[in-house]
């Protein structure tokens, strides 16, 4: 017996994080146009935070059939993310999967509520960190945007040069650069 979204819900899923991969690490957009100018492509996934049915990965029982097919408990996902999180419920326990769900929501809130063309590159609580020189200078921390993009957005984390190598070399730059508009 497994507890599937409906379609409703699954739908719902997908709009509250803007059509995006809900793992930060990813993000990629789930939805575009399919050949057929009546259909949209979709290859994103409402995932189960915890299992549709008692075989599956981070399975709670106390939850009762409305309640697993409910939105609460789905993410959306794309297909390959999908997979990884229930090929590895150890990696990926209900508390990884809630904290993507709140995160991505957050983001695709300040999207919808933003005036400003949105970044190119999006960093939240992220760390970049340059490479460590092994004898000669260490390597740079760098994040660029690109040209004709709207630049980079940097909430939390910190970034960091590369720390100098033992033969006294010098640590590398730390920088962050808007593209170009
Ligand atoms: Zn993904």
Redesign the pocket.
């Known amino acids: 017996m497994r507890d599937d979204f409906p379609k409703a819900v699954a739908e719902t899923l997908a709009k509250r994080v803007g059509n995006?991969?809900?793992?930060l690490?990813?993000?990629?957009r789930?939805s575009g146009p399919h050949t057929d100018v009546n259909k949209a492509l979709n290859v994103g996934v409402a995932a189960h935070i915890t299992a549709a049915s008692s075989q599956g990965p981070r399975y709670d029982s106390l939850l009762s059939p409305e309640e697993r097919r409910g939105t609460s408990n789905g993410i959306w996902?794309?297909?390959?993310?999908?997979k990884?999180v229930d090929n590895d419920e150890a990696r990926y326990p209900k508390k990884v999967l809630i904290r993507w769900k709140q995160d991505a929501e957050q983001q695709a809130l300040r999207e919808v509520e933003s005036t400003e063309q949105p970044s190119d590159l999006y960093f939240e609580n992220t760390e970049v960190c340059g490479g460590k020189g092994s004898v000669g200078p260490g390597g740079n921390a760098r994040i660029k945007g690109v040209k004709g993009g709207g630049g980079v957005t940097f909430i939390g984390g910190s970034i960091k040069g590369g720390d100098g190598g033992a033969g006294g070399g010098a640590g590398g730059d730390a920088a962050i650069e808007g593209g170009d508009g």
């Open positions: 995006r991969c809900s793992n690490e990813c993000r990629k789930t996902l794309c297909q390959s993310c999908a990884l």
